[in-house]
């Protein structure tokens, strides 16, 4: 089940630091990472967040996902255009996919998604977007025409997010605004601590 407070979290060293604060979903989001990197990171992450009674979601890797016993992957368009799907779905695993427009909404929702994810819903500085921001009406719009959990993404802090809510996002992945933060741990408890006020 995903929470309402998503992080995405580059390495296994940030997870060892922000999951046992109370984070109770988070994405594993590997980059420029060996083959055997990769299965160790997934491996460790998986035990790190069964301890913390955690859901643990595997972006890209899908092939050490199954492999290692994990549940749940991410997927953007590429990766999902080049993903082995019966293999995906055969093996049980719950699927979250990325989209931008209406044409990779309806890709994704040929799918069959978990959770489908909608950004950038404000300009990010994480990467260089192709995408302009999508906006809060985008938003309402996304709901309304998926029959599974949205994730909203990029640009969400914990000052935007009654409003990404509002609009109907049912899960908000944040990335910059843990990991950029000056104090990621602090930031992570005023995330949990907004949850809980507002949602219980």
């Known amino acids: 089940m995903l929470h309402k407070f998503y992080p995405v979290l580059p390495d ?4 060892e630091r922000l999951v046992p604060l109370g984070v109770k979903t988070v994405q594993l989001r590997l980059k420029d990472v060996g083959a055997h ?3 160790k990171q997934i491996a460790a992450s998986l035990k790190l967040c069964a301890a913390h009674d955690c859901q643990l979601i595997v972006n890209d890797f899908w092939r050490e996902a199954i492999e290692l016993g994990a549940d749940f992957v991410h997927l953007g368009q590429e ?3 080049g993903a ?9 695993l719950k699927l979250g996919i990325s989209t931008h427009t209406h044409a990779e909404l309806d890709i994704a929702l040929k799918a069959s998604p978990d959770y489908v994810a909608l950004g950038p819903v404000y300009e ?3 990467k260089k977007m ?7 009406a985008r938003v309402s719009e996304w709901k309304s025409l998926i029959g599974c959990p949205l994730v909203a993404i990029a640009g969400i802090t ?3 997010a009654p ?15 843990v990991v950029a933060h000056e104090n990621p741990q602090a930031r992570v408890r005023e995330w949990l601590d907004f949850i809980t006020a507002n949602l219980g």
């Open 12 to 15: 296994i060293g940030w997870l």
């Open 124 to 126: 990010t500085k994480l």
């Open 130 to 136: 192709k995408y302009p921001p999508q906006g809060l």
């Open 84 to 92: 082995d799907m019966q293999a995906i779905k055969a093996a049980g």
């Open 37 to 39: 990197e990769i299965k």
């Open 163 to 177: 409003k990404v809510l509002a609009a109907g996002a049912d899960s908000l992945a944040v990335v910059t605004d």
């Open 79 to 81: 990766d999902l255009a």
């Open 158 to 160: 914990v000052e935007r």
